[in-house]
């Protein structure tokens, strides 16, 4: 039996709608003791099916410490994402998993953490926030940077509230475009730099988001000091087989599937194109 | 197992070979030993087998039962056509039925739907979408050539020391025509290229003006006038009296003036081409789908006849055709104003001739060309028989089709114009029968059956039998590649060939009667008002034409995973100057607005188009691009122009 | 190095035995078509045989990578949708494979292999025999010798056999290969025969034109010293046809896509792909990092030439079958040896 293309089974336990056009869905293995033995790290993906459309990566944006099930974050942009927008809890999908690299979590403890994410980026940044403040106390401080283009565009509106009220953690948000609801900072991501003290010698950042706002997110980081291997990001690419074969997602001699998608600056800038 | 046939998509004609598995094409590849591809393909070539096993693909009949489709037999949805047929043929006439064929099916079952239109059906209204790209070349060529086809063969490209290309993008339109272009700039002949927009491969050829859309026809002229005025016609060819004098009106300089370029440009590229001791010119339809197409075709007509390139080797005319077998379609006369054989309907020793071996009456006068149909749909035309044909999409026909009393569609998947009909037969693709096809250098070859066809679906030579009998014929029930020999007699040219020679790899060519080069100059005609100026409100000059993959009507490419995610929208191209004043940067959302209409896409910031002109390459299924033209066409050759002028505003 | 086993077998006796092999397994031969194309194709007799040829456009790696191969199928009408995995494939022999090919599937094994492991791809190749053919007569686009890829070879295949007129030297490379040899009336070769070989292969050495000089691109490309003003070009010129990437033995790249046969059931399954389409990597929020085609022809050469895939793979991404100069839409502007002598003349001009 061939596995490495043959998905799992997985039941939809919960489907919460996160912006207009963004999902979470919540998941478990339909085989109990496949789903009882299933361990994934932050910063790892799935490959999920729709029987008959087709399948697409999603990182993991649950924490991977809560074991049983997992969950990702969906935007209806392509064929299988609007598939899946169309299921219901209950419903099954294929899943193989996990795939891909992780964040490093052991390696940057005794750090200060800066996180910097725009828009659909948040998701698999969550999936290393919430371990980490799980053991909040190995880390400095803790900061989460998030810009989006409206506020109904933020994910996790419950979650980002409960961030905000924690005395542990600095959240700051801005939008680009603000609406009636919205008073806080207005303006992309970068502007929020500004509000924060960041030790860049102290400090490990995360960033996730799009192409273009990690592009201006790291150079403002290094603009301020930040040695290269401290600023840590995950790179996209169109995805297939999630295993290193297909080859649409190599980016010079690296597979983002495989060597990736999680890279450090003085990874990525070495890359030939990218 | 290896099936070599032809390539379904562009007019090169390209040898393929499917390999097939278990009744399932699972590749296609080039042919080596063919004359075209010689062992390449393009883009399309390469992947031209995956529509054939699509999903959704028609495998049952359907007859409509209140506005659904419902699964029917073959026995049942051919009496339903058939009666549908015969109701508005008695209650209205044999004038109110219209038949429109595909420029994809073969010669053979072109010839039998023009035989089924003319002598079963009894009406003068037949057309393809040979009318949208070619019917400027056929009324053009045909009177003075004797042929509406090429003259010259891709080959030829390879001794010609001069190609002249005019409205064409041979690389994006018919790969394999662009590879044989590219090899012989590269190879220093002079490649001299007339059109608005910037290609690939311009900077690699010998020197491209770029005139504003619709003044290709002072430059044509004005090319004419500097052979003359420098004495470079050869051999000294008989001008009529009068015609010398009337090119007198049509300096470079005008020219210049009026196309935005330099009347040095137009003399240096003139003498390039004029000089040269062979030259093949190439056109498209920057040519036949802008203002006077017919006088540009009659203009490039002249520009061979009067630099001896006719009839030689390394010479001739080539006209683009954007379909596999839209020449087949000209030759089979699938045309209301054509017979087979390259004989014109007014021709009455030709009429008189089909009248006989048809076995019916001619009508003296062409019926209704394919615009024309679209546009009487549900007034004096009550019911159409479309084989193949997306004219939802090629016409924007949508709401003309609505109109009708009675629709038979007949195609491999439930296009927009399908989901309108009454009553659908599948067809099969062109891997799943016989026949054979005549590339846009009139090499007529093979297409063979690879696979059984998908579910009940059927050859169209077979449905179109089976209808022919249900309406009271008696045609044989015989294979599609045995009308061959019918169709032989019917088309002088093809008499010649056999079913071997057609079989090899390249197959045969149909021959041309040579005329020693002692051909008639055509008409100088006086350019015309194109129709839709660009004015204040609408200050832009928009163009719509075929691209690399955003072609014909595109039902094939979209139902072809590799080809439809290649380019999966189409783009609007606009100058960088243009983008600048408007804010716009490539992808931007655009809104184009017309007298006609509105369409939104992407944007394609680029100096491929000249500033004050937009460029379009799309088929959307709607038919929403195309219903920005309105219904502005040649009076003459009845083809809708793609030219108008647009408003482009930030969506 | 392994001692080499070495046989003589009779030509007709070796066709005969392949033709009862063909009633047990698959047996791939090069077989000419009804076009005068020589293709390898399933035999049933060994009349249908010919060793008229130096290789088809259409690779070999097609039946160890095919052009279309399903993965599984579905059944989305029970309760559960029931997923089931392709059927293993059944064991071929692959007759007459030139050496370039056979080194083309030494590097689809090195690919095939590592931490995912393609169970699909080695399913295959376990199953599959290769006899190769050492050449003796270039066609004039091969250029293997400059790519480590033929025209003869140490290892890599099962049985190499060299033609020398009524006999065949027979190499065993493997037990499969052994296998084979032991069930044929066989002597064992002599250095007459050894003589000879060395002779034929020396001739066919010479006759060989070396057009493809990889070090000074695979020097520029990895250093990203090409000038932009030549990829520029090369994008231009390209046609996007991706016919180099489905000719050449070293492309494995592939598209992974479901199909619906009914309303329920239906299989996934993968499919030769192109890097130089747009559509490969094109995201579907229709961002494209490689939308220009300069980029991707870049990439083309990055992967087959730049050291960081050398080292990978141990083996530069060429194995000098030369197809990429037929099929090439661009004649003579786009295949390995054209771009590694525009890679070098372009160096030339800018140091001089």
């Known amino acids: ?274 | 197992m290896n099936v070599p046939t032809v390539c379904p998509f562009c007019g090169c004609g390209c040898g393929l070979i499917l390999e097939v598995e278990q009744n399932r094409v699972c590749a296609a590849f080039p042919q080596r030993s063919h004359p075209v591809s010689r062992g390449t393909l393009c883009i399309k070539g390469w992947n031209s087998h995956e529509f054939i096993h699509h999903p959704q693909r028609l495998t049952h009949p359907l007859i409509k039962k209140n506005g659904v489709f419902k699964q029917a037999s073959w026995s049942q949805a051919i009496a339903f056509a058939a009666q549908g047929l015969q109701r508005v043929q008695e209650r209205y006439g044999a004038h109110a039925l219209g038949v429109v064929g595909s420029v994809k099916s073969t010669n053979e079952e072109q010839y039998l739907l023009a035989r089924f239109s003319r002598s079963v059906l009894q009406t003068a209204n037949l057309d393809t979408a040979m009318r949208l790209h070619a019917s400027p070349t056929v009324r053009g060529l045909l009177p003075h050539w004797g042929y509406g086809a090429a003259g010259a063969a891709m080959t030829d490209l390879e001794s010609a020391k001069a190609i002249l290309i005019v409205g064409a993008n041979p690389k994006a339109q018919s790969a394999n025509l662009g590879s044989f272009i590219l090899q012989a700039a590269k190879r220093g002949s002079r490649v001299l290229l007339i059109d608005s927009r910037e290609q690939d491969h311009s900077r690699f050829y010998g020197q491209q003006i770029r005139p504003r859309p619709n003044t290709y026809l002072l430059i044509l002229q004005a090319m004419l006038q500097t052979i003359i005025s420098n004495g470079w016609q050869r051999p000294a060819a008989a001008l009529s009296s009068g015609w010398k004098e009337k090119l007198a009106a049509y300096s470079a300089e005008r020219a210049a003036a009026a196309a935005g370029v330099t009347a040095q440009e137009i003399r240096s590229l003139t003498e390039s081409f004029a000089t040269a001791e062979t030259a093949v010119i190439v056109y498209g339809d920057g040519i036949t789908q802008h203002a006077d197409g017919l006088a540009c075709v009659h203009a490039l007509w002249n520009l061979a006849v009067i630099t001896g390139n006719l009839d030689k080797a390394g010479c001739g005319l080539l006209p683009l055709m954007n379909s596999n077998n839209m020449q087949g379609s000209i030759d089979m006369g699938m045309a209301t104003e054509l017979l087979p054989g390259h004989a014109f309907l007014t021709d009455r020793s030709a009429a008189d001739h089909f009248s006989r071996i048809w076995n019916c009456s001619l009508p003296e006068e062409p019926g209704k060309t394919l615009p024309e149909m679209v546009r009487q749909a549900g007034t004096s035309l009550r019911a159409l028989y479309v084989v193949g044909e997306n004219l939802a999409a090629s016409m924007a026909a949508a709401p003309a089709l609505a109109r009708l009393d009675f629709l038979v569609v007949q195609d491999l998947f439930l296009t927009e114009t399908a989901q309108a009909a009454h009553v659908v037969l599948p067809a099969c693709s062109f891997a799943e029968k016989e026949g054979t096809v005549t590339n846009l250098e009139r090499r007529v070859q093979r297409i063979r059956k690879a696979i059984a066809p998908l579910g009940e679906s059927k050859p169209d030579a077979e449905i179109i039998t089976l209808l022919a009998n249900k309406l009271g014929s008696a045609w044989p029930d015989r294979d599609a590649l045995s009308w061959f020999g019918e169709m032989q007699n019917a088309h002088p040219a093809y008499g010649q060939l056999d079913v071997e020679s057609v079989s090899h790899p390249g197959g045969a060519v149909w021959p041309v009667v040579r005329n020693g080069s002692r051909y008639a100059y055509a008409p100088i005609e006086a350019p015309t008002a194109p129709g839709d100026e660009p004015d204040a409100e609408f200050p832009f000059l928009l163009t719509m034409g075929p691209g690399r993959l955003h072609r014909m009507t595109g039902t094939l490419i979209q139902h072809s995973f590799t080809l439809e995610r290649e380019e999966p929208f189409g783009l609007l191209e606009v100058n960088p100057e243009d983008a600048k004043a408007l804010k716009c940067r490539s992808g931007s959302a655009v809104r184009i607005k017309t007298r006609q209409g509105e369409w939104v896409g992407q944007a394609a910031v680029t100096r491929a188009v000249l500033a004050g002109t937009l460029h379009l390459s799309v088929f959307d299924r709607e038919g929403k691009a195309l219903a920005l033209l309105g219904t502005l066409m040649d009076p003459r050759t009845k083809i809708p122009l793609k030219v108008c002028a647009a408003r482009l505003e930030m969506a | 190095m392994p001692i080499i086993e070495k046989w003589l077998i009779s030509k007709t006796h070796l066709f005969e035995r392949l033709e009862s092999l063909s009633r047990e397994q698959t047996v791939i031969a090069p077989v000419r078509q009804s076009d005068g194309e020589v293709s390898f194709q399933p035999i049933r007799s060994a009349d249908e045989i010919t060793l008229e040829y130096v290789n088809e456009l259409h690779p070999p790696k097609r039946f160890l990578q095919p052009v279309f191969e399903p993965l599984f199928t579905f059944n989305l009408g029970g309760a559960r949708p029931q997923l089931t995995a392709a059927p293993p494939p059944s064991p071929q022999i692959l007759f007459g494979v030139r050496s370039c090919d056979v080194q083309g599937f030494r590097h689809m094994d090195g690919f095939f292999s590592g931490a995912f492991k393609d169970d699909l791809y080695w399913q295959r190749r376990n199953q599959t025999t290769v006899i190769s053919m050492a050449c003796l007569q270039p066609a004039d686009t091969c250029f293997c010798i400059c790519c480590n890829g033929g025209p003869y070879l140490s290892d890599g295949f099962d049985l190499q056999l060299t033609d020398l007129g009524e006999l065949f030297l027979a190499e065993v490379g493997s037990s499969k290969g052994a296998a084979i040899v032991q069930t044929c009336d066989r002597q064992s070769a002599g250095d007459k025969e050894e003589r000879h070989r060395q002779a034929l292969m020396q001739a066919c050495d010479e006759k060989m034109i070396p057009t493809a000089y990889l070090a000074k691109a695979v020097i520029a490309i990895t250093n990203q010293r090409v000038d932009e003003k030549l990829w520029e070009e090369m994008g231009l010129e390209c046609f996007s046809c991706g016919g180099c990437t489905h000719v050449c033995p070293c492309c494995t790249c592939f598209e992974v896509l479901d199909h619906r046969e009914t309303e329920k059931t239906g299989l996934r399954f993968r499919c030769w792909d192109s890097c130089q389409y747009a559509g490969f990597t094109r995201e579907a929020s229709g961002h494209n990092p490689r939308a220009q085609s300069k980029e991707r022809v870049k990439r083309r050469f990055y992967h087959k030439l730049s050291f960081a895939y050398i080292q990978a793979d141990g083996h530069p991404g060429c194995v000098g079958c030369g197809r990429c100069i037929t099929v090439c839409q661009a004649f003579g502007l786009l295949d390995m040896a054209a771009v590694v002598k525009r890679i070098r003349r372009e160096g030339q001009m800018v140091a001089e």
């Open chain 1, 1 to 274: 039996m061939q596995k490495l293309y043959l998905p799992q089974l997985a039941v939809i336990d919960q489907i919460v709608d996160e912006t207009a056009d963004t999902k979470t869905f919540t998941m478990h293995f339909d085989n109990p003791h496949y789903n009882a033995e299933f361990r994934y790290l932050s910063g790892q993906f799935v490959e999920a099916s729709v029987l008959g459309v087709g399948e697409a990566p999603f990182g993991f944006c649950s924490n991977p410490n809560r074991t049983g099930t997992f969950a990702v974050t969906v935007r209806a942009i392509g064929r299988v994402t609007r598939a899946m927008h169309a299921m219901h809890p209950g419903d099954l999908l294929g899943i193989r998993a996990p795939l891909g690299n992780h964040f490093p979590l052991q390696e940057v403890q005794g750090y200060d953490i800066l996180f910097v994410a725009g828009g659909i980026g948040l998701p698999p940044l969550r999936s290393l926030i919430e371990p980490m403040l799980d053991m909040r106390e190995k880390f400095g401080r803790f900061t989460i940077l998030y810009g989006a283009r409206t506020p109904a565009d933020r994910v996790y509106k419950t979650r980002l509230e409960e961030w905000a009220q924690r005395k542990d953690l600095t959240l700051l948000q801005t939008v680009d475009v603000p609406d009636e609801t919205w008073n806080g900072p207005v303006g992309v991501v970068t502007t929020l730099f500004e509000r924060t003290h960041i030790d860049p010698a102290a400090t490990v950042a995360f960033t996730c988001g799009p192409p273009v706002m990690i592009r201006f997110v790291i150079q403002d980081l290094l603009a301020m000091g930040f040695p290269e291997d401290h600023i840590i990001s995950t790179l996209e690419r169109y995805m297939k087989c999630g295993v290193g074969k297909c080859g649409h997602c190599a980016i010079g001699h690296k597979y983002i599937c495989v060597d990736g998608p999680v890279f450090s600056w003085r990874q990525i800038k070495k890359l030939p194109e990218r």
